[in-house]
């Protein structure tokens, strides 16, 4: 799954009605890198997302370390993030048919 967290689509609110493209990368990859404890793979992830210019390709298993990493951040983020994950499955799902 490919993501620019530079324009990432964030819930401007709790009534979830509008989004905006936020630049997220610098906080997340922070995040990452100073909050999640013992982790490689959060470390590596903090440095794809940090020195990447545009897209960045997530795999499952990332996904899963930015999941695992929510009480680090909004809800705003994290609710941002599931949005996104089930609308690109949606199209995902839609390009397969």
């Known amino acids: 799954m490919k993501i620019n967290f530079k ?19 610098y906080s997340l990859a922070n ?17 794809k997302i940090y020195n990447a210019e545009g897209n ?13 990493a929510y009480p680090t951040f909004t809800g705003a983020f994290a609710d941002s993030f599931e949005h996104y994950l089930k609308t690109y499955k949606e199209k995902e799902e839609q390009h397969e048919n």
């Open 31 to 47: 995040n990452l890198y100073t909050k999640v404890p013992d982790n490689i793979g959060a470390h590596c992830l903090s440095e």
């Open 56 to 68: 960045v390709d997530l795999s499952g298993q990332e996904i899963e370390i930015i999941r695992f």
């Open 7 to 25: 324009q990432f689509p964030m819930y401007t609110g709790i009534d979830k009605k509008e989004m905006v493209a936020c630049d997220v990368a």
